[in-house]
């Protein structure tokens, strides 16, 4: 079964501040998403990463695929609180989620 | 309409009951999906449809039936169940289910609760 990691777990970071979320995963996939969740809410979908080296970008949040290294990064640029979440990857076509990572962003 | 429902929002039932979960989207959307999600835990993937046939059932036990009536529309009908099955469950559909681009879009979910 394939096995994907999110660290850090817990993220607590300041506003103005910069940060990145890193998603593992244990076999080839040539899928990656990223996804949302307020408390208590539904998931929301970020991005859908394709293929190796891509990259998107919406407003303060950055996601990136290495498919070689298994590996997709969720990088957050001068964080604001409305970032506080719960942030999941999830892989391949079955998607298998991440542990989520649940991010604290202080005033 | 980029907008899957589901009702009820909330519910409350005994171990020998029956009820039934009811998802709906209108994006013409050839994939949907049932998940469990535990309070603070990832959402595990429980049943997928495509193109209204069962493409996957991730070993789900049989207290849990889906049905999907036709394209638009996906229940899960629960019958006796316990009380470790409380949780949050959402449905989500994509255009299709294998290949291509294809985005997930979740329902605001069904809180339940099993006593």
């Known amino acids: 079964e394939l096995k994907v990691e999110q660290n850090p777990l817990f993220l607590s970071m300041q506003e103005g501040k910069n940060y990145t979320i890193y998603c593992n995963y244990s076999?080839?996939?040539?899928?990656l998403y990223w996804y949302r969740q307020d408390p208590g809410k539904s998931l929301e979908s970020l991005f859908v990463l394709l293929s190796n080296g891509a990259v998107k970008q919406e407003g303060r949040l950055m996601a990136s695929l290495d498919t070689k290294a298994r590996l997709s990064t969720l990088h957050i640029t001068a964080a604001v609180h409305d970032l506080s979440a719960t942030y999941f990857c999830a892989v391949d076509n079955k998607f298998y989620f991440g542990t989520g990572t649940s991010l604290t962003v202080i005033p | 309409d980029t907008e899957v429902t589901q009702t009820p929002k909330h519910l409350v039932m005994g171990m020998t009951n029956k009820k039934s979960l009811k998802c709906e989207q209108h994006m013409g959307h050839r994939a949907m999906y049932w998940y469990k999600q535990k309070a603070k835990k990832p959402p595990e993937l429980m049943f997928v449809?495509?193109?209204?046939?069962?493409?996957i059932n991730e070993s789900v036990p049989s207290r849990f039936s889906p049905e999907c009536p036709n394209s638009s529309l996906l229940n899960l009908h629960l019958h006796a169940l316990q009380p470790e099955d409380s949780a949050l469950y959402l449905c989500?559909?994509?255009?299709?289910?294998?290949?291509?681009?294809?985005?997930?879009?979740f329902g605001p979910g069904t809180r339940l609760t099993v006593t």
């Open positions: 989500a559909s994509s255009p299709t289910f294998a290949g291509g681009t294809y985005e997930q879009y």
């Open positions: 076999t080839t996939s040539d899928r």
């Open positions: 449809y495509s193109y209204e046939k069962l493409s």
